[in-house]
Every structure is written in C-alpha cells, then in structure tokens.
C-alpha cells in the first residue's frame, strides 16, 4: 500500500443526469470532471445514479438503461482517472449480470482505472424499491493512498448504523452520492453523521427537476468536527472543493477528551444487530392505540441547584409550578441537585441530604398532581456511587431507573456504570432515558427505540453548540420517537431545552426551529402524541426500524473495533 498524504484536495459536483442519456452524462462528467481536476482534487464524487437518471417509468425501463460496472460509463470514467492520476467516486445505476439484479450503487476508481469499493444502497426510498434491490454487499471500506475510505449513498444517511459501521472500520472518509430531495438530509444530516463519527464526509447531490421531483443541492465537504468546509449553492451547477486531512478522523477524542471509540460500550448494543421481528419493539407497532387517548403534555424542565442559596428548592418549586399547569412528564437536566454540573466524588458524597429532599419533594409533586418526573441523581451500589435517573410515577411510586451506560471521563476513576438500557412504562408513555455523556452515542437512542421506547429523555449538560444541533433532531427522526432534552444553564453549552416530535420540524436549524432559551428554571413543554410513535415509517414504504439491513452491522457490536 502507498504511503497516505497527509492532506489531498476533495471535489464535489452538483449537477443533473440526464434521464436514459449515457453520452450526454459521460459528457457532463467529463466537463465537470476537468473543472474539479483544475481546481487541484485528487478525489471527485459525483451524486447517485449518475450514469442514468433517477425517475424511470418502470422496472423493464431502468433494466433498459442500466449498466454493468464493465460499460462505457465506468470506461470514462477510468479514463478520466488514468489521464488525471485522480480518484473517482459516483453514483450507478447498475446491471449486475450474475445476480440478474438492478442495484442502486457507488463506485470508486482509483489513478490506474481500476474498480476498488463497490457498495449497492441499502436504504432505499419509496420509488427505489420500485426497480431497485436491496443492497448485498454490506458496508465496504477501502485502503487508499488518499486515506481509508467508504461508500453510502443518500438516505443511507439516515440509518445512524451504516455510517457507524464504515467509521468502526476505520474509515477516515466517507463519500456520499445522492439525490437529497429534502434538505434537512444534507444540511443536517451530513453534518451529524460527520461530527457523532468523527469523520470527512464529502457529499454530492443534483441540483434541478427530473419530472416530479425537484433537486435543491446541497453538496458539502464536512469535517470530523462538524463544520461545513466547502459548500455548492442551492439551485446551481458547478464544483466546490477543500482540503481534506485525513489524520483528523484518526483522532477520535472530542472537544474534551472523552474518545468516541474507546468510551463504547458494545457490550449494551447487542439489540442494534437483533432482527426486527425479535425485537421488544415488534410486538409493540400492531397494538391498537386510540390517539385521542393516547396523548400527553410533556416538559423540559430547565432547573436545578446553583451556588446560590436556596436555588434547588426553588428549582423543585419551577418541578412544582409546571406540574400544576398540566404536564404530565417532566424531565429535569443532568446532576440536577448538584450547583455544579460536573460533581466529584467529593461533591457527591456531600449530596445525600439534597439528593433524599428533591426524592421525597418529586413524590410529593408526583402524588399531588398525577405526573411523572426523570429525575437524575447519584445512588449508591457496594460503595460506589451510580448516577441513576429515577422515573417517580402518580401515586409518588417509582416506576423504574436507569443507570449511566457511558460515563464522562472526569466520572470513571470513582462512578459505576450500568450494564443495559431500560425502556419503563409511564403512563405517558414507554419511556428511555439517557444519562449526559450516553447521549453523544447514536448506538444509544436506537437500543431504546427497538426496546419499544416512545419517549427518550435526555437529561444532559451539553459541552459543544453540536451536541444540541446536531445530535437531537437525528435520535427523534431517526428512530420515530419524542425526544425530551433538559439541559443544564451552567454547563459549557447551556440550556437550550426542548421537545422534539418524531416527524421532527417543519426547519432543520435547530437554532431556528427551537430558539435555545438560556434562562435558569426555563420550563420548555410539548405536547405528545403517541400514534406519531409508533409508526416508524419517513414516508410510505421506508421504515426507519424494518428496513435495516442488520446482517451488516457485526462491527457494532464487537468486543475490539477494526479501526
């Protein structure tokens, strides 16, 4: 293998096939491909489908215009790569002769002209099941000169395990053809993708109408930290390149030192690779639900202790308040009866008598007006200390806990982690709950949702603008579930609480549909219904839990990461 750069220059090529064309695309390419090469790229992407068009009449009209990876397409592309000593990666429609198959693919071509990654799309879209097959090549990363790279293709996107799958495997870049056809999928979801991976992701989209469907753009370079380093406008054809280092994706620390690889624990995510029909989740979707009773007001409730006198029983009276005007789920933020949120030992072991008040004064609040609380505090398990969020439920009883699956790094050396995600009833709802640092693994959220959870609570203190605008909308949207987020106001990213439906919103800057709200005891609701969770399909035919392909996610649940 040869020695990797240690920085390259990407392109991505925002352009539209034409429907059934292959020399008008070949010639399109070509052009576009001359553009990226004088610009300096050594890698150039090109969106989904390339070769062909996406909308064909039929499945007998895409066999028609299909291509086996031997035919001229691919010949050109060779070529280009040959001439210009670049890598190319694009978007197929392909004939795969042997299997007799149609398969919406990615290839990439190396500086020789040879075919080194070939992925086949495994998240498919309404009208791609229309001609295409589900993929069968599973989740293939390759070794480059350039780095170690791996394929998806658009709404793969959305299923947090395939770009999971290629980043365990050591991909360093992840290139993404597609077709977005929603913006939220590029402008969100590419980012998301980069920064809970720690990866490059360089992304290419068509920008256009092809019959009914209308391309806005939205082709991006992203860094491992989230941050879109080079952009092609809305509405416009062309080529936007960046430099790409790829010693930034072998660094998995985040901003504070925790490590997006080591701090796993494989050993809770055995459900991510169950096959739908064994999961806790299955039996749940065809139990009837009658809407109008199946409804609830929630509430991030953004109050705690403080170094102020008095503050958490004036945080346990905002608890008080919002429970008096009809919330019936109330989730409080990370460590809530410490004035600090990132307790030490020391602290903790000085926060008994906070710690049974707010208990006692959450079974009170419980009891008097019919809710329910998550409230996150610290038990105690053969002299360790265990931080748990306690679910107190009508009546003052308590209806399940959940202990901190990942812990934050400042936390291992004196706290005891759990050992499995729960799902407890509420009568709100089926609830999950995750505990600070658990939320900034994708692995997480989807757990509870396949253990049948409707609600996930996120009782956090962000450290980072992206833990909120990057990290919450995709647990909603990705597993079909409310998510609840009680942040702290003191932590290094405050407040900014919210509820996020499972349809997610109508905008996808988080800082446009949900203005964070910095003020301490902030109390933001929402009102919840269940029927939109307990369906799991984006749009007819595309079911964010039964179309995944779990036979390809082995590398998630591994005891060692291959990366």
């Given at each position: 293998?040869?020695?990797?750069s240690?920085?390259f220059?990407?392109a991505v090529?925002?352009t539209?096939?034409?429907?059934?064309?292959l020399?008008?695309?070949?010639?399109l390419?070509?052009?576009?491909?001359e553009?990226?090469?004088?610009?300096?790229a050594?890698?150039?992407?090109?969106?989904e489908?390339m070769n062909?068009?996406?909308l064909?009449?039929?499945?007998?009209?895409?066999?028609e215009?299909?291509e086996p990876?031997?035919?001229?397409y691919v010949?050109?592309?060779?070529?280009?790569c040959?001439?210009h000593?670049?890598?190319?990666?694009?978007g197929?429609?392909?004939w795969?002769?042997d299997?007799?198959k149609?398969f919406n693919?990615?290839?990439?071509?190396d500086?020789?002209?040879?075919?080194?990654l070939?992925?086949?799309k495994q998240?498919?879209?309404?009208?791609d099941?229309?001609?295409?097959?589900?993929g069968?090549?599973?989740?293939?990363?390759?070794d480059t000169?350039?780095?170690?790279?791996g394929?998806?293709?658009c709404?793969?996107g959305r299923?947090p395990?395939?770009?999971?799958?290629?980043?365990?495997?050591?991909?360093e870049?992840?290139l993404?053809?597609a077709?977005?056809?929603?913006m939220d999928?590029?402008?969100l979801?590419?980012?998301a993708r980069?920064?809970?991976n720690g990866?490059?992701i360089?992304?290419?989209t068509?920008?256009?109408v092809?019959r009914?469907i209308?391309?806005p753009?939205?082709?991006m370079?992203v860094?491992?930290?989230?941050e879109?380093?080079a952009?092609v406008?809305?509405?416009?054809?062309g080529v936007?390149s960046?430099?790409i280092?790829p010693?930034?994706?072998?660094?998995?620390?985040?901003?504070?030192g925790?490590?997006?690889w080591?701090?796993?624990r494989p050993?809770?995510y055995?459900?991510?690779?169950?096959?739908f029909?064994?999961?806790?989740?299955?039996s749940?979707?065809d139990?009837?639900?009658i809407p109008?009773?199946a409804?609830?007001?929630?509430a991030a409730?953004q109050?705690h202790?403080?170094?102020?006198?008095g503050s958490?029983e004036?945080?346990?009276?905002?608890?008080d308040?919002?429970?008096?005007?009809g919330?019936?789920l109330l989730v409080l933020?990370?460590?809530?009866?410490?004035?600090?949120w990132?307790p030490s030992?020391?602290?903790v072991e000085?926060?008994?008598?906070a710690?049974?008040?707010a208990?006692?004064?959450?079974?009170s609040?419980?009891?008097?007006?019919d809710c329910?609380?998550?409230?996150?505090?610290?038990?105690?398990?053969?002299g360790q200390?265990?931080?748990?969020?306690?679910?107190?439920?009508?009546g003052g009883?308590?209806?399940?806990?959940?202990q901190?699956i990942?812990?934050?790094?400042e936390?291992?050396s004196w706290?005891?982690?759990?050992d499995?995600?729960t799902?407890i009833?509420t009568?709100?709802?089926?609830?999950?709950?995750?505990l600070g640092?658990d939320?900034?693994?994708?692995?997480?959220?989807?757990?509870?949702?396949?253990a049948?959870a409707d609600?996930?609570a996120?009782?956090s203190?962000?450290?980072?603008?992206?833990?909120?605008?990057?990290l919450?909308?995709?647990?909603?949207e990705?597993?079909?579930?409310?998510?609840i987020c009680a942040n702290?106001?003191?932590?290094p990213?405050?407040g900014?609480s919210f509820i996020?439906?499972?349809t997610g919103?109508?905008?996808w800057?988080m800082?446009?549909a949900a203005?964070?709200v910095?003020r301490h005891?902030?109390?933001?609701?929402g009102f919840?219904?269940?029927?939109?969770?307990?369906?799991k399909?984006m749009i007819p035919?595309?079911?964010?839990?039964?179309?995944r392909?779990t036979?390809?996610y082995?590398?998630l649940?591994a005891?060692k990461n291959?990366g």
């Open positions: 293998m040869n020695t990797k240690l920085s220059r990407a090529v925002q539209l096939a034409e429907l059934g064309d020399d008008a695309n070949i010639t390419t070509q052009s576009h491909v553009e990226a090469v004088r610009q300096g050594r890698l150039i992407v090109l969106p489908c062909s068009g996406y064909f009449d039929s499945e007998a009209h895409c066999r215009i299909a990876v031997t035919g001229r010949q050109a592309l060779a070529e280009l040959r001439k000593n670049i890598f190319i990666g694009t197929f429609t392909e795969d002769e299997k007799g149609v693919s990615a290839l990439l071509i500086p020789r002209g040879e075919l080194i070939h992925y086949h998240f498919l879209a309404t009208h099941q229309n001609w295409f097959e589900f069968e090549r599973g989740c293939p990363v390759v000169e350039l780095g170690r790279i394929l998806l293709i709404f793969d299923i395990e395939i770009a999971r799958s290629l980043a365990l495997q050591g991909a870049v992840i993404d053809m077709n977005f056809f929603a999928q590029a402008d979801w590419v980012p980069a920064y809970e990866v490059w360089v992304a290419a068509k920008s256009g092809e009914s209308y391309y753009g939205g082709s370079i860094s491992p930290d989230g879109t380093k952009y406008p809305y509405d416009t054809h936007a960046a430099e280092f010693e930034q994706a072998r660094n998995k620390s985040w901003f504070y925790a490590n997006r080591s701090d796993r050993d809770t055995s459900l991510l690779r169950a096959p029909e064994e999961t806790p989740l299955a749940l979707l139990q009837p639900l109008e009773q409804t609830a007001k929630g409730v109050a202790a403080t170094f102020s006198t958490l004036e945080a346990l009276d905002m608890l308040h919002a429970a008096k005007l919330s019936k933020p990370q460590h809530m009866t410490f004035s600090s990132l030992r020391s602290d000085q926060n008994r008598e710690r049974d008040h208990l006692q004064r959450v079974q609040i419980c009891k008097r007006y329910s609380v998550v409230l996150p505090i610290f038990m105690e398990d053969a200390f265990v931080p748990t969020a306690v679910v107190i439920g009508p009883n308590e209806l399940g806990r959940q901190q990942h812990l934050e790094p936390m291992v706290a005891k982690g759990g499995c995600f799902v009833d009568p709100s709802g089926r609830l999950g709950v995750l640092y939320g900034m693994f994708p692995e997480s959220s989807r757990v509870l949702a396949l049948g609600i996930i996120w009782c203190a962000w450290r980072h603008p992206n833990d909120r605008k990057l919450t909308m995709p647990k909603a990705d597993n079909r579930c409310f998510l702290r106001s003191d932590a990213y405050p900014g996020a439906p499972p919103f109508p905008q800057d800082d446009l203005p964070p910095l005891n902030a109390v933001q609701p919840m219904n269940l029927a939109l969770a307990r369906q399909s035919g595309v079911d964010m839990i039964r179309n392909i036979d390809t082995e590398v649940i005891d291959v």
